[in-house]
């Protein structure tokens, strides 16, 4: 445990403080910050390449709002809980299926994989409300006690940050354990790791069930707070975002994803709306010479920056 | 629609479909580069092609050799320059670079020509329908199935008989031992990447009608170019020739018939094709 770890969770509190009218906002980017980080289990741990972690948001977000809108289901812990178990099932049926192959074939596989779970909602209108989605979906109040709907900014603020912490926690024990060494050797080495006769598919699988569960996590804090679901959720546009974020911030390193989905929201936010197309032309730049030049994203651009500014004083 | 009508909307499609996924097929399986941008290749064409034609007053084939030649040359420098850097790159970071040149191409196009589609004017002797005895059919349609069927004999033939042909089925068959024979890999990349583009380009042109030419192009018919490369297997020319034709006319066919579930029904066919077998229907592992 390094002293600035708890940096990004001090600006977290003292956001809901200094901006209390961007909080809306803030919750945005906690959510955005959750699915990078389990993007960033698969892609940055484990090195499983895939254009199509928007199904296992979507399917947490689709949970919760069909359990709210058609079974008078919202109370939302037990909603969280509901989403992260069926898009943790999704996750598990298809990485047993799909993580035999690798290379273009499994990216090719996990962009269908999440076309079909985006057809399949438009096609069962009747219970995903198709196009147009499921608006107005209404919550219980959080234990019992916290009112909780589109109104109450600084509720949800605080239900998302500390969520994100829990996660978090999750996420970096599992990194830092024996399980999550051997997903960084599987990633350098795969043929080696399978001669020292590690459980090569069965590791793969696990993190894919379980990043799957925390995206599922994700899509669901998103369908509470914006109190709707549509289609987005499932999309391209949607999975190849939060890749953007967690490639800007830099992958593999765990707080990739807070750099990264902090920039590229503000920027969005800044930006988007007035210069829609210059906006999309700034992130392809941006990613062209990401992949050219700064393949660690902002991270490792700090991380070159500081050494060298340390390399002066000598090693 | 009668039977034979669909048929041949289905394959008008495939045709253009192959066109231009061709060059992607062949350049990864050539290179191993994964290019997500290869439609942007395609929009550029498709819109240098019409273009010239309601800017220059062009006639249709001298537009398509033009689309073909300009695209081709700015491939050949946007390979130089950027994609050959990247090539022992890992498939994330070709990921991550071929996207952002497609951003970059459909921002390009947008504030250059405007977001607006693009109408393909079709010359005299293309308009109207055809009698074949048999049907009638739109005399468009029948043209592009019958270039695209030349193309696969054309190219069949390029790569059977000619020396380029045998250097690059070597290649993509194994890189190293070509290289060790004497083949210069790296020009043989450059030269492949132009032509598949300059066909993609035409295939944009070409296609306008039937796919549609607008900014947002390269990014709505990714899904297809690639599952039609996956399914194919990499670098086999009659296995693209024909999972283009499989998935235009399944394509064609299921829009018409289930307006709702088709796109569906490809998803899960392509998922149980790439299931069974991982390296297309007629991909084999290369060394």
Known sequence: MRWWEALPWLAGIAAYFLFPNYLAFGTQVLITILFALSLDLVLGYAGILTLGHAAFFGAGAYTVGMLALHWGWNEPLSGLLAAAIVAGAIGLASGLVLLRTHGLTLLMLTLCTMALLEEGANMASAYTGGFDGMPGLKYAPLLGLFPFDLLYFRSQYVYALALLFACFVVVRVLVHSHFGLSLTGIRENVIRMHAVGAPVRARLVTVYSVSAALAGVAGALFAQSNAYVNLSVLSLERAAGVLIVLILGGYGRLYGAFVGAVAYMVLEHALAKAYPTGWQLGVGLALMVVALYARNGMLGLADALRRRLRGGRGR | ?287
């Open chain 2, 1 to 287: 629609m009668d039977l034979t009508s669909i048929l041949l909307g289905g394959l008008a499609a495939g045709m253009v479909l192959f066109i231009v996924s061709v060059g992607l097929s062949v350049t990864m399986g050539l290179m191993g580069f994964v290019n997500l941008a290869h439609g942007a290749f395609a929009m550029l064409g498709g819109y240098a092609i019409v273009l010239s034609m309601s800017g220059w007053g062009l006639p249709f084939p001298l537009a398509l050799a033009f689309g073909f030649a300009a695209v081709g040359a700015l491939s050949v420098v946007l390979e130089r320059l950027l994609y050959a850097r990247l090539y022992r790159a890992s498939e994330l970071d070709q990921v991550l670079f071929t996207i952002g040149l497609v951003l970059v191409t459909i921002a390009a196009v947008t504030l250059t020509v405007g977001p607006e589609t693009q109408t393909l004017v079709l010359p005299e002797w293309l308009r109207g329908q055809t009698d074949l005895g048999v049907v009638r059919y739109r005399t468009y349609s029948l043209m592009l199935i019958a270039v695209g069927a030349a193309l696969m004999v054309g190219l069949w033939l390029g790569f059977e008989r000619t020396r380029l042909g045998a250097q690059i089925r070597a290649a993509v068959d194994n890189r190293r031992m070509a290289e060790s024979l004497g083949v210069n890999v790296r020009r043989l990349f450059t030269v492949t990447f132009a032509l598949g583009s300059g066909l993609a380009a035409v295939g944009g042109g070409l296609g306008a009608e039937i796919l549609g030419l607008d900014p947002q192009y390269p990014l709505r018919y990714l899904a297809y170019f690639l599952i039609v490369v996956a399914v194919g297997g990499l670098g086999r020319v009659s296995g693209v020739f024909l999972a283009a034709l499989l998935i235009g006319l399944l394509d064609f066919v299921l829009k018409i018939q289930f307006p709702k579930g088709g796109t569906l029904f490809i998803y899960a066919l392509t998922l149980a094709l790439l299931l069974w077998r991982p390296h297309g229907l007629f991909g084999r592992r290369s060394g």
